[in-house]
């Protein structure tokens, strides 16, 4: 191998070895940036108790939002919004979230499949 070939594969091995690298840190971040974070203005709801699990993330304040991928279910909250949230189900309000509150537990597990704004609803 000539000296061209090893400075080549010597750079080719550094920057795979940085974007592997880059990859990896993202990833973590992404993921451990579900747990417990809240972006300033938004509704979180998570899957699980304190606020761990799938996250769905709203900024509505005057509108129903059908929940169309999952998670469907929660157990967990914080909202940063200036007004009520309502979870839907069926047709019926289940759980009312207010403005600026949050909870760890729910106690049990609420299934939704709008979220209303507003005194918004969905039907």
């Known amino acids: 191998m000539n000296r061209w070939q090893k ?6 091995a ?7 690298g880059m990859m990896a840190s993202s990833t973590a971040a992404q993921a451990a940036s579900t747990d417990g ?6 509704l979180c ?5 304190n606020y761990t699990g799938g996250r769905l993330i709203s900024a509505s ?10 998670p469907y279910g929660y157990k967990s909250y914080i909202s940063h919004l200036p007004v009520t949230a309502v979870l839907w189900y069926g047709g019926q309000a289940l759980r009312t979230l207010p403005a600026g509150g949050f909870s760890s537990n729910f ?3 609420y299934l939704a499949d709008y979220i209303c704004t507003n005194g918004r609803s969905p039907y």
Not at 61 to 70: D, R, Y
């Open 61 to 70: 304040t005057n509108a129903c939002v059908e929940v169309t991928s999952g």
């Open 14 to 20: 550094a920057f795979a070895l940085a974007v592997g």
């Open 7 to 12: 400075v080549a594969l010597n750079a080719s």
């Open 107 to 109: 106690g049990q597990y």
């Open 45 to 49: 709801l998570w899957e699980y108790a």
């Open 37 to 42: 974070v809240c972006p300033s203005g938004d």
